[in-house]
């Protein structure tokens, strides 16, 4: 079983900023690249940002600039700084682990339950 568990969403006044954490447990043999999604109600999931093992990343333009993606490979924790939010990043967001459960599996996709962040105007 593998599990992601997301945290530090929250309510924050426009031009705030907040920092997420999403920490994957279980059992885990390699973590190819971990990274942050997000929805809004009534829209699609949207790709934010993506961190591979060897600390490569990229960002979609939507928030280039803004938010920051970081790992902890001891710690399996990917982590979303994200500042200068507008009202238009409210949404829930998800994180992502592309990972091997086994040596013998192929790498998978797992995904948190997602962690609200509001931006009030």
């Known amino acids: 079983q593998v599990h992601l568990v997301e945290s530090g969403g929250g309510l924050v006044q426009a031009g705030g900023s907040l920092r997420l954490s999403c920490v994957a447990s279980?059992?885990?043999?390699?973590?190819?690249?971990m990274g942050w999604y997000r929805q809004a109600p009534g829209k699609q999931r949207e790709f934010l940002a993506r961190?591979?093992?060897?600390?490569?990343?990229n960002y979609a333009n939507s928030v280039k600039g803004r938010f920051t993606i970081s790992r902890d490979n001891a710690k399996n924790t990917v982590y979303l700084q994200m500042n200068s939010l507008q009202p238009e990043d409210t949404a829930v967001y998800y994180c992502?682990?592309?990972?091997?459960?086994?040596?013998?599996?192929?790498?998978?996709?797992?995904w948190g339950q997602g962690t609200q962040v509001t931006v009030s105007s």
């Open positions: 961190i591979t093992s060897g600390s490569f990343t």
């Open positions: 992502v682990a592309n990972l091997r459960a086994a040596i013998a599996l192929p790498p998978n996709d797992y």
């Open positions: 279980g059992t885990i043999f390699s973590i190819n690249f």
